[in-house]
Nanobody, 123 residues
Framework: QVQLLESGGGLVQTGDSLRLSCVAS????????MGWFRQAPGKERECVATVSGSGTFTYYADSVKGRFTISRDNAKNTGYLQMNSLKPEDTAVYFC????????????????WGQGTQVTVSS
C-alpha cells in the first residue's frame, strides 16, 4: 500500500521553472517505479517521465526531453520532476504514480496515484 501526495505546482510564465515533489508513504518505496503523468483539459492523460526504483533508468516523452528531469530520493520517500523552460503547452494537472513495473509509460501499469497538482504556464 502506497499513498502519494504531489506539491509544487503553480502559475508561471513561459521560460520559468518549477519543481514538483511527490511524497510517498510506505517502507518499500524504493521497490516501485515512479512516473509523472499530466492531463490537460479535453486531452488524454499522458506519460511525461518515469524513473526506476534505483533511480538508474529514466524515460522521457519527446515533448519534454531536454527540459524536464525526473529524480528520486528514496531515503526521503520522495520523487521529483524538475521542469525548466516551461511552455504554455505544458499547462496541465500533473500526477505522480507508482507501481511495480519496468520500462513502461502506460498509465495502466501503475497501481498508485496522487491527486494531482496544477501547473499553468502563461504566455
Amino acid at each position: 500500500q502506497v499513498q502519494l501526495l504531489e506539491s509544487g505546482g503553480g502559475l508561471v510564465q513561459t521560460g520559468d521553472s518549477l519543481r514538483l515533489s511527490c511524497v510517498a508513504s510506505g517502507r518499500t518505496f524504493s521497490t516501485y517505479t515512479m512516473g509523472w503523468f499530466r492531463q490537460a483539459p479535453g486531452k488524454e492523460r499522458e506519460c511525461v517521465a518515469t524513473v526506476s526504483g534505483s533511480g538508474t533508468f529514466t524515460y522521457y516523452a519527446d515533448s519534454v526531453k531536454g527540459r524536464f528531469t525526473i529524480s528520486r530520493d528514496n531515503a526521503k520517500n520522495t520523487g521529483y520532476l524538475q521542469m525548466n523552460s516551461l511552455k504554455p503547452e505544458d499547462t496541465a494537472v500533473y500526477f505522480c504514480a507508482a507501481g511495480r513495473v519496468s520500462g513502461t509509460s502506460s498509465e495502466y501499469a501503475y497501481a498508485y496515484w496522487g491527486q494531482g497538482t496544477q501547473v499553468t504556464v502563461s504566455s
